[in-house]
């Protein structure tokens, strides 16, 4: 009897840990800006759902991290925290902003597109902040939990994703588009790329101005080509296009939502819909072209 309960907790044990990564006790991860004070973090916590009873592993980000991650200013004030929940395989990324009126420049549609241009996927990402930041320097939080947990970014891919979330909130401020036709934007170069493959720089900057011309957002040229710079170092990346592929149709769905229910014309997203439709069954064809 005593062998057989042995045998039945070695068991049990090893299924509850089987869905967390490796050296991860908890499939929920809380990391906190080192600037934040002692009320401030329990302020968050309490912003992210978490109860002191809660099992979570408990990190801290500061400027130094910052530089590690995505070569940041290492004298950089860290003020934005993150809960990340590890979900099952097949999940996909749900990044929430608890406190949107803290978090000024980054939207929850640029912070998947960027990390899934990081590798971060099958994760719940809560956002939070007690006072008003960019927002830019959660993703290094996030990067942090996962590289402790285990769970091993490509630093290239990290150093590009931030570049993607400083062009995205670029553009925002400096050419008069709103944050959610940004998020359109970079989603639907995403797609294009996945579809077409692109061999050459030259190919990306068809791709680029043929969404440009699409959505009617003009550019000027300098911020023409680093749209142009950030998808050509895009384009050598090892990604995953079919995972790729579901993760950009949930982006592009909700932010299809936000900007509907900001009361832009009906029929123009019916436009939206029938090109993702389009699209998506191009690259069904495509992939299975790859494996016949």
């Known amino acids: 009897m005593g062998k057989l309960f042995a045998a039945f907790t070695l068991a049990l044990f090893i299924a509850l840990g089987a869905t967390s990564p490796a050296g991860a006790a908890s499939n929920t991860i809380m990391v906190y800006g080192d600037k934040l004070t002692e009320q401030q973090r329990a302020e968050v916590r309490e912003l992210v759902g978490l109860d002191e009873s809660d099992a979570v592993e408990e990190y801290e980000i500061s400027g130094e991290d910052y530089a590690a991650y995505i070569n940041g200013n290492p004298n950089s004030n860290m003020y934005s925290s993150a809960r990340i929940t590890l979900e099952d395989s097949g999940a996909g990324l749900d990044i929430n902003i608890v406190t949107p009126e803290n978090i000024t420049e980054v939207t929850s549609e640029m912070y998947a597109n960027a990390l899934l241009t990081a590798g971060v996927e099958n994760a719940t990402v809560d956002v939070a902040s007690p006072v008003a930041v960019t927002g830019h320097s959660a993703l290094t939080g996030i990067y942090k939990a996962y590289d402790l947990e285990g769970e091993e970014l490509d630093k290239e891919r990290m150093e590009l994703a931030n570049d993607e979330l400083n062009v995205a909130t670029d553009l925002a ?9 940004v998020s359109e934007l970079l989603t639907e170069i995403k797609q294009m790329i996945a579809e077409q493959n692109p061999a050459t720089r030259e190919e990306v900057e068809q791709i680029v101005q043929e969404n440009l011309e699409n959505l009617g957002i003009t550019l000027n040229e300098a911020d023409r080509q680093m749209l142009i710079d950030l998808f050509d170092r895009m384009r050598d990346l090892n990604i995953d296009f079919n995972q790729v592929r579901t993760q950009l149709e949930d982006i592009a769905s909700t932010v299809t939502e936000k900007m509907e229910e900001m009361g832009l014309d009906e029929g123009f997203w019916q436009k939206v819909a029938n090109f993702f ?12 072209g790859l494996s016949s």
Not at 173 to 181: C, P
């Open 173 to 181: 401020d400096n050419e008069g588009v709103t944050q959610e036709e």
């Open 277 to 288: 439709s389009e699209l998506f069954q191009s690259l069904s064809n495509f992939f299975r």
